[in-house]
């Protein structure tokens, strides 16, 4: 296998948020949705399903739990069961959360959590021999604004955004490079959201501050990869997969409303695929993509469909993942979310399998077989 394949194209994200909304109330969706005990199950139902490559998390605020001391009984059930069924893990470090005692905006924050980075890179290679995947600061871009703009999850800030943003390549850059003293042979992804923003009707200045948001969306990635600000230490070697998260809310009118899908205003993600590979020209993944309801299958086959053209197109792209890959209690309100291939688990622990959304899966299994030929029709 080469090193930019994974082990299934289709993959299960699981939801491991972790971090303190608005009120002070810490989440913990591993917990919530019982995956931290059933962590063996769920991925052998995965399996079961065709998907063997997963995202999924360690709990930093749960392993750290004193400055520079390591609790790894919150995470070793969840690599052990891996390991026993073969499941191919990208491992998120920081999803949103971070230790109690630690202040995100001080220089400690980085050097602590690439010591964390560290820690856990070698421990998955002792426990399981083998290199390791991982996405150092989940969605960087999405934390800026609802963290240090929108006082909607941790730390609560507003007009920081930019300030948070940086804080946060910071710490993804340090966590790589030291992951790599460790283990020369990790791979890294990213987990920025791709958007589209038009000015719709409005006046030139409009839809140049409509375009100025939409690029807005590669500044983590750019400061991360060094294309921009390098003094902040990025190198485009940080990244081996750029990870795109793209859900039906992700297209919207400046200042406004979503565009739905089907309006002219909607960008074709084939499109949008293309430009991120155009920018970066590394191998991509959708990182995240689901939708609730009765409207996932019809997603699904919409995602899948745009990847296929932009994959003949010659964009590398290496898997999509289902995100979340099991129903979840909402971040503000705890109502059960209907968003995953598995629902709530039953009293052995078997969780119900949303069959409507695996077939539309399993309707395009032929991705994998064009994802290996991908970069061929390039020059077509």
Partial sequence: MSNDMLRSFFLGGFECSSHRRADGVRLDLLRTTTHDVLAGSDYRQLQNCGIST?????RWHLIEVSPGQYDWSSFLPMLRGAAECQTEVIWDLCHYGWPDHLDIWSPEFVSSF????????????????????YC??????????????????????????????????????????EIRK?????????????????????????????????????EATDLLTGCLEPELGGRIDNIDFIGLNFYP???????????????????????????????????LVI????????????WMHYVCSEVEDALRRGVPIKG????????????????????GLLGTPGPGGERQVHHRLLDEMRRYGHLSDLARKAGSFADA
């Avoid at 989940?138 to 703009?149: I, P, Q």
């Avoid at 910071?170 to 966590?175: D, G």
């Avoid at 919207?252 to 084939?270: D, M, Q, V």
């Avoid at 999509?320 to 968003?339: F, S």
Wanted: proline content about 6%; overall charge negative.
């Fill in 54 to 58: 997963v995202r999924d998390g360690l």
């Fill in 114 to 133: 690439s010591r964390f980075a560290a820690a856990a890179a070698e421990l998955i290679r002792s426990e399981t021999g083998r290199s390791g995947l």
């Fill in 136 to 177: 150092p600061v989940n969605e960087m871009s999405f934390w800026a604004w609802a963290g240090g703009d929108s006082e909607k999850i941790n730390p609560c800030a507003t007009g920081r955004g930019a300030e948070l943003k940086r804080q946060l390549v910071r710490a993804a850059i340090a966590a790589t490079d």
């Fill in 182 to 218: 460790v283990d020369p042979q990790a791979r890294f992804i990213t987990a920025e959201p791709l958007i589209n923003v038009s000015g719709g009707s409005g006046d030139q200045a409009w839809q140049t501050e409509a375009e100025n948001y939409r690029l807005s969306q590669f």
């Fill in 249 to 283: 809310d992700n297209q919207w009118y400046l200042g406004g409303s979503t565009i739905p899908l089907g309006h002219h205003s909607y960008r074709p993600l084939s499109d949008m695929l293309v430009e991120a590979y155009e920018r970066y020209r590394r191998p």
């Fill in 287 to 298: 990182s995240e993509t689901g939708a609730e309801g009765s409207a996932a299958p019809a």
């Fill in 320 to 339: 999509i993942c289902l995100y979340p890959v099991l129903d979840y209690p909402g971040w503000e309100n705890d109502r059960t979310c209907e968003v």
